[in-house]
């Protein structure tokens, strides 16, 4: 298990990027409140969320979206995969909710 300073620094990392997206999306369309732990992204038009949020104690992060919540770990090769083996990647995960719920496509290059 990844220890409480690389996951902080990695988790960190993640919601920057994820962040970083949101801004530079139409703020018509797309709004995000970030806390330490914790990104919702709304939807502008539905009013529909997508909550990334830390699991710290498990050093996992999950994601509400799709109608369901799912669990990532962190991999040996430095990506987040989903906890239920189908080999889901956390933001490409966070880019297909948000393009569900909102219609937009987040540039999480």
């Not at 909550?51 to 799709?66: D, E, M, S, Y």
């Not at 956390?90 to 909102?102: D, H, M, P, T």
Request: net charge negative; glycine share 8%.
């Amino acid at each position: 298990m990844m220890d409480e300073a690389n996951y902080s620094m990695s988790v960190k990392q993640v919601f920057s990027r994820l962040v970083k997206a949101i801004d530079a999306a139409d703020p018509d369309l797309l709004d995000a409140d970030s806390t330490g732990d914790m990104v919702t992204v709304t939807s502008m038009k539905t009013q529909e969320k997508v909550v990334v949020n830390t699991q710290r104690a498990v050093r996992q992060i999950w994601v509400a979206g799709k109608g369901q919540g799912l669990h990532f770990s962190p991999s040996p090769d430095g990506r987040w995969l989903d906890d239920r083996g189908q080999g889901r990647e956390l933001l490409s995960w966070v880019k297909e909710c948000v393009a569900e719920a909102a219609g937009v496509t987040l540039d999480l290059g």
